[in-house]
């Protein structure tokens, strides 16, 4: 079993409002995201689209990036999704299939 984790950052569309998290299960974070599961932020902003995420393989790490990327600047943020991701694909439904589910509708 896997024991690091995993940072990501969510969109509500291209350049729009960022939210940047961690968890152990992206997909499952993900979903709850999507279906409005978490009160709060996301909810609030309809932040749903996952633009960005990476591996680490100690929790330890992902807390340390996760804090490092939340405080960095907006066009930091921004640079670091436009590079994994340059057209702010919503990422969910290709991790589903990498990971040998059914992608959404």
Not at 67 to 83: H, T, V, Y
Request: net charge positive.
């Amino acid at each position: 079993m896997k024991s690091g984790g995993w940072v990501y950052i969510l969109s509500n569309k291209k350049m729009g409002t960022l939210y940047v998290g961690s968890t152990t299960d992206l997909i499952g974070r993900t979903w709850q995201h999507k279906h409005h599961e978490i009160p709060g932020f996301t909810t609030k902003y309809n932040i749903d689209k996952l633009v960005y995420y990476e591996w680490h393989d100690s929790l330890r790490n992902m807390v340390t990036r996760e804090r490092q990327i939340k405080e960095w600047r907006r066009p930091w943020k921004l640079r670091l999704i436009i590079d994994f991701n340059p057209d702010w694909c919503d990422l969910y439904n290709d991790l589903l299939i990498q990971s040998g589910y059914t992608p959404e509708n």
